[in-house]
């Protein structure tokens, strides 16, 4: 019996499907997910003066163990959270009809052994184990319901768990790395709440409670400028200027936060629609990225 292969199902049109699925699947989370991981293990080369060719194994690999921490976390969350995509965000995989619910779940499981994998290989396992569970418990466990304080914690930990192997991609953490990775989590985590500002209509859809939904979105927006107004001056005193940098280079990291940073917290307080909130919540992930940055100048 000769089995025939249409054009929809030859290898090359697999491919070619799972890339543009994939695309769509890590689009929105890429800079706030993938890039963090990479940039901090740019940072703890530079730490360890490590250059030239010596960086390319650890940060090809960093590419892609951070690449599957986003895939592990968005498949489960996409898969259970399709009906507020339907309104909020209908580029993604489920409501543009390239996959199933069922199907992301399967991706997802396909997955996670490939990543614990990589992360027994790579010396990452305990804080790969601490994301799995943290991905499970928030997205195939809490329910709408239980959002409000689920989030928040599940969120600090997997922070922390990213930077903390981003940085033993390259070396054991030490007092540096520790000191980086805690106000890091703390100062970006609290400004985080924003992005259910954003969500409003797709969260009050499903019936998820968060904190806009309950005294309004005018709290977290007043929350979220005071923290991003306050965060460059933190980082400059607590991080950038301990450093054995020079001026130049101390003083182009701060600015460099502090126009991203003052920038979302203005927009925040002034522009209040939906599209205006989403390209504010870019700001603030720009600004976590631009702080991550400037580790690979300044360690």
């Not at 060719?53 to 968005?74: C, E, G, K, M, N």
């Not at 209908?90 to 996670?112: D, K, Q, Y």
């Not at 930077?163 to 054991?172: S, Y």
């Not at 970006?188 to 409003?200: A, C, I, K, Q, S």
Request: aromatic share 10%.
């Amino acid at each position: 019996m000769t089995i025939t292969l249409t054009p929809r199902h030859t290898p090359l049109a697999v491919l070619r499907h799972e890339l543009s699925l994939t695309s769509r699947l890590l689009a929105d989370n890429a800079l706030a997910s993938f890039l963090p991981g990479l940039l901090f293990t740019a940072a703890a080369c530079a730490h360890h003066n490590i250059t030239g060719h010596a960086r390319v194994p650890p940060l090809a690999t960093s590419i892609v163990l951070f690449a599957l921490y986003q895939y592990v976390f968005d498949t489960p969350n996409q898969a259970t959270g399709a009906e507020e995509d339907r309104g909020n965000k209908p580029h993604r995989p489920i409501p543009s009809g390239m996959v199933t619910s069922r199907g992301l779940l399967r991706r997802f499981w396909c997955a996670m052994p490939l990543y614990t994998l990589l992360s027994w290989l790579t010396g990452t396992l305990a804080w790969v184990l601490l994301w799995q569970a943290i991905v499970i418990s928030l997205n195939l466990i809490a329910r709408p319901r239980h959002y409000l304080w689920v989030k928040p914690i599940t969120m600090l930990a997997g922070t922390g768990a990213q930077l903390a192997a981003a940085w033993q991609l390259v070396a054991p953490l030490d007092a540096v790395a520790w000191h980086w990775v805690l106000i890091l989590v703390v100062g970006f985590n609290l400004p985080l709440m924003f992005e259910d500002v954003r969500d409003m209509d797709g969260d009050a859809r499903i019936g998820r409670r968060t904190l806009p939904l309950l005294i309004g979105h005018w709290p977290v927006r007043i929350w979220f400028a005071l923290i991003m107004a306050a965060l460059p001056l933190v980082l400059h005193i607590m991080l950038f200027a301990p450093t054995n940098a020079g001026p130049i280079a101390t003083a182009t990291c701060t600015l460099s936060t502090t126009a991203l940073s003052w920038t979302a917290a203005v927009r925040a307080l002034l522009l209040r629609h939906v599209k205006a909130d989403r390209i504010t919540y870019q700001l603030y992930t720009f600004t976590y990225a631009a702080a991550l940055a400037c580790g690979s100048v300044l360690l």
